[in-house]
T-cell receptor
């Protein structure tokens, strides 16, 4: 089974609105990463947050991490039509059977209407 | 700087045929991995490698084989293709799992 579970599965908003996506995971992690995938393309790294960090910003992106709840959220502010894509969270394991693995969630499909 | 290069981009196989999906990276990354992406399933890890000569199984390894003889290359072999292996395959590389992963553009495989 996959480590990350994302919510919602699909999100439809108007340009200018904020988009929030959530990710929950099951085991202890070293870090959590968010990726973006445009239709039919490879994944592009957006942001990485380490397990000892609680919040991180990059441009219009804000990521939070709550290790006690094993959850993370990605906020995209002032969304644009070009933000339309699938967004995935991925977790890096810290040891044992998780060592060396980057495990992805099922993704959130974001549609931003002009 | 090419990054991660996957070949071929598209492939159609008949059931029972074998083939190798190629993956090469020019960033001297130690970590490389193969994923398959199916509709509604996200990315599932097939095999991964933490360095030359070291490979391990991921979540869905059955029917696939890998080897890592050099840092640059991490080929994925389908031993006897089955329709269930119809999918989009992605190769990725990184310094380790604490750094960003770089992805290839994918190989769309259809098994008929």
């Amino acid at each position: 089974s996959q480590q990350g579970e994302e919510d919602p599965q699909a999100l439809s908003i108007q340009e200018g609105e904020n988009a929030t996506m959530n990710c929950s995971y099951k085991t202890s992690i070293n870090n959590l990463q968010w990726y973006r995938q445009n239709s039919g393309r490879g994944l592009v790294h957006l942001i990485l947050i380490r397990s000892n960090e609680r919040e991180k910003h990059s441009g219009r992106l804000r990521v939070t991490l709550d290790t006690s709840k094993k959850s993370s959220s990605l906020l995209i502010t002032a969304s644009r039509a070009a933000d339309t894509a699938s967004y995935f969270c991925a977790t890096g394991g810290i040891g044992g059977t998780s060592y060396g693995k980057l495990t992805f969630g099922q993704g959130t499909i974001l549609t931003v209407h002009p | 700087n090419a990054g991660v290069t996957q070949t071929p981009k598209f492939q159609v196989l008949k059931t029972g045929q074998s083939m190798t999906l190629q993956c090469a990276q020019d960033m001297n990354h130690e970590y490389m991995s193969w994923y398959r992406q199916d509709p509604g399933m996200g990315l599932r890890l097939i095999h991964y490698s933490v360095g030359a000569g070291i490979t391990d199984q991921g979540e869905v390894p059955n029917g696939y084989n890998v080897s890592r003889s050099t840092t640059e290359d991490f080929p994925l072999r389908l031993l006897s293709a089955a329709p269930s292996q119809t999918s989009v395959y992605f190769c990725a590389s990184s310094w380790n799992t604490n750094t960003e992963a770089f992805f290839g553009q994918g190989t769309r495989l259809t098994v008929v």
